[in-house]
């Protein structure tokens, strides 16, 4: 009989040992199949990093974050009631409330870039800041959604929606519903006639603030009108 290990839980020294100090991590390995080696899985760091990775290639030094992820990641809220999973990213500052315009959470979308530095870069992000004053168990938020240039490092913000709902693109919040800067186009038509095409700093519905609009307008009632 000759025993086999099928896991490993071990304390891996990691950094600089000094002044009677031993930074570590704890390391959980598993082994996979009976054909490939066993492969660490799941890592706390000395500084507190919780890692999950999927794939011995990985190195959980090349990502930063405290909880990281290499692989998909799936919530099942398996219940027989009408709610579903929640993921909450919430923020504090001790015992003050957040102040204004700041980052409630956010979610970053990006990949490696192999040449200049050698990390991960940021393509897109939506996240929500506090807006607005904070009073009455409530704290209003805007949602924001943006995008990186090409050859730019860091996201601009492209739209938001507002706390009073109003959707923005490109441009400040002016209180209405819609609220565009630049060209709006339509590929289909409206009850036969050319669609409009072009819509700036205006709104389509109401015709407020419309400084150019071509093709076909919608007018407030629905109606269209060449």
């Avoid at 950094?15 to 390995?29: E, L």
């Avoid at 970053?108 to 904070?134: D, T, W």
């Avoid at 929606?161 to 800067?181: C, E, F, H, Q, R």
């Amino acid at each position: 009989v000759t025993y086999q290990t099928g896991a490993i839980m071990k304390g891996i020294t990691e950094g600089t040992i000094a002044a009677g100090k031993v930074p570590a991590r704890f390391s959980f390995s598993t082994q996979p199949d009976s054909v490939n080696p066993i492969a660490e899985r799941f890592r706390i760091s000395a500084d507190g990093q919780v890692v999950v990775f999927d794939t011995p290639e990985f190195d959980p030094a090349t990502t930063k974050g405290l909880f990281r992820v290499n692989g998909s990641a799936s919530i099942i809220y398996d219940r027989v009631n009408a709610f579903g999973p929640v993921i909450s990213f919430s923020k504090n500052r001790g015992a003050a409330n957040p102040q204004a315009n700041d980052d409630l959470g956010h979610v970053n979308f990006g990949g490696f870039e192999v040449g200049g530095a050698g990390a991960y870069r940021v393509g897109g992000i939506v996240g929500a800041k506090q807006v607005g004053a904070i009073n009455n168990d409530s704290i209003p938020g805007e949602l924001y959604f943006g995008t990186t240039p090409v050859l730019a490092i860091g996201t601009t913000v492209r739209m938001t929606i507002s706390n009073a709902g109003n959707v923005v693109i490109n441009a400040p919040d002016s209180g209405v519903a819609l609220n565009v800067t630049g060209s709006v186009g339509s590929g289909g038509d409206n009850g036969g006639t050319a669609g409009f095409n072009t819509v700036t700093n205006g709104n389509v519905a109401s015709g407020v603030g419309v400084n150019t609009l071509t093709g076909t307008a919608i007018g407030g009632g629905g109606k269209t009108n060449d």
